[in-house]
């Protein structure tokens, strides 16, 4: 059924023209395990790196339940009206990628789906090799290189995919709702300190009172940490993404952000500083990964690792023979 | 000047007897980077490998003026009056270890330096061959072979050191000032999350209300986080080294906390945890320091760090050149 792929010139010029189907098509190669699809994927994104980094990079968390995809539909529709184009990554960790969940998040965000300018698409989260989570910054790329002038990348608030994306974004969005400390069980140590702003979404009908008591509440609390390193001091905003209310105000933040930012010289700073992360975790793992390719290296280093854990080797000594049995290997 | 060293199993005994001179001499080991010495020191570590693992493991932390050497020789004097060993190492970043910090810290913390059932150390912080942090873990490690049934490690809240320092202790304590704001402003990001208690230091005289105010506004703001995955609250206390008062309060709070983890398993689990994590990155580092000792590898890196930082070479594209490059070494 597979169709036959397209060379990597029609794919960098589909890519460039802003076709969406083969958007798709490359990154699916960019997902693909096939070492003859990587090493396709990989002269793409080198075709079309001089394309990359001109969107607003937007990372969006928040717990099940919270409404984050009726907020994105509503906030993706803002920034269609305001003539951009529009790219979602949607990381769920707890569904593998498959046809069924990328129609769920069809379903999800019916009106951006359909729009012309909208481009919604799942992408896989966990160890993938090159880097965790490299997939989906290689598919935030491609989307740059087609044009998108914001890239969503959505997140669930409760596993690893968090540290990732905001390693990999401009703007890291927290959604909440008003009522704090039950929903909030659900969220990760650390994910809040991570937030760039908090939105406390419902703020409608019944709601709106505790959802300004919670924003109180949050800007107290916010308060209490210190500033980014980058002078930026979260904010805390209430909206409602079915009304749709409060979503200008986080457009205008969003704007405040990065003209502050360019300012003070901090979002050059910051990306770069991804990048050279990304680098690292990236060679990281294929180091790794290059040796944990020998089956018997594999052995050795799990025998050590149990040895370590039960407090019968001391940890020094075991990663010291594991180097001696690489100089073996 | 330098004595000749002792024999290892000179060294153990000392240790395994409670020697404070043969202890530091061990530490001294550790910390050395000769290989001949490391080669020793391991061999130290493995025969005391046994004995390890018995200590109360407290990580203290917060900026610099909050009162931490105070606290110490307070709270120490407390665990002594207990019966207990106590040992105490300091990290500071922004000193070299030199027998200036030494003696600084003696005349920090006076009482303990001279007690014989207390050990007061500076240990040095930053990366090191064979895992970050690590001659410092091996420190604590000769020390509860000595007999020490509480080791503090104390680190200044501003710098790396607090993660690792995490990564190695059973209860992380933050030490606070009321009227939070300004000296908050010196705290890391993430360091609050971390901590298993806020402790409100100089809560005497007038400043015993402003400490009650600062309580509230703690607890209302950790209520806001999720708890630890141990099913432990971090608690907000208040205290006075200087009187002392409050003192005895912690000892309690400390004595519950693992009491609970005790009961519940995630006592031996985040020790277990905390061996693995350290194995990985011990391993890590060697296996980079492996490769890095070689400087035309490191002039390889270093080139392609250069083109990824600014944009001119994709990621995979460039780790992949890395590791293509050690297949031919």
Known sequence: MRRKHLSTTALVEGIQSGNRVILSQAITLVESRKPEDQDQADEVLEAVLADTGKSLRLGITGVPGVGKSTFIEAFGQLLLEKGKKVAVLSIDPT????????????????????????????????QTLGGVGSKTRETMLLCEAAGYDAVIIETVGVGQSETLVHGMVDFFLLLMLAGAGDELQGIKKGIMEMADAV??????????????????????ALHLFPPNPSGWMPEVLTCSALQPMGLEAIWEMLKKHQEKLNANGHFE????????????????????????????????????????????????QASKALIQYLGKV
Chains 1, 2 share one sequence.
């Open 95 to 126: 569904s593998q990628r498959s046809r069924g969940s990328i129609l769920g998040d069809k379903t999800r965000m019916e009106f951006l789906s359909r729009h012309p300018s909208a481009f919604v698409r799942p992408t896989p989260s966990g």
């Open 199 to 220: 939105v406390i979404n419902k703020a409608d009908g019944d709601n709106r009172k505790a959802a300004q008591r919670a924003k109180t509440e949050y800007k107290n």
């Open 269 to 316: 700073a910051k990306r770069q500083k991804q990048q050279v992360q990304w680098f690292e975790s990236s060679f990281n793992d294929l180091l790794k990964s290059y040796f944990f390719h020998q089956p018997e290296f594999k052995t050795q280093y799990n025998k050590l690792l149990k040895l370590v854990a039960e407090g019968k080797s001391p940890v020094r």
